[in-house]
Nanobody, 120 residues
């Protein structure tokens, strides 16, 4: 099972951009990868997923603003966040699933999270 470590969070003004990166300890080739987020007082929610063959899915709230990508050679998955809004403030987690890339319950390997704060 891979281990995941996120980086790249921080404080940004509304309208700005950030790139989050997640590095895996082992090969991610056979895994679906995703980014989730959890805002204070709210449940964790799916932000974006990318399958082994690079199909992508985005939550409606981020579609057109966020881009997920993966590099299997480097065992990384990135999330580029643009046109950021205060409501994007959350802890962002990367996750891996051995199967079923669109089923959130299949994501059972998690990073420790990285904070993204968007000021208005």
């Amino acid at each position: 099972q891979v281990q995941l470590v996120e980086s790249g969070g921080g404080l940004v003004q509304a309208g700005g951009s950030l790139r989050l990166s997640c590095a895996a300890s082992g090969s991610t080739y056979t895994y679906a990868l995703a980014w989730f987020r959890q805002a204070p007082g709210k449940e964790r929610e799916l932000v974006a997923t990318i399958s082994r063959i690079h199909n992508t899915y985005y939550a409606d709230s981020v579609k057109g603003r966020f881009t997920i990508s993966r590099d299997n050679a480097k065992n990384t998955v990135d999330l580029h966040l643009s046109s950021l809004k205060p409501e994007d403030t959350a802890v962002y987690y990367c996750a891996a699933a051995a199967r079923g890339w669109l089923t959130t319950e299949n994501y059972n390997t998690w990073g420790q999270g990285t904070q993204v704060t968007v000021s208005s």
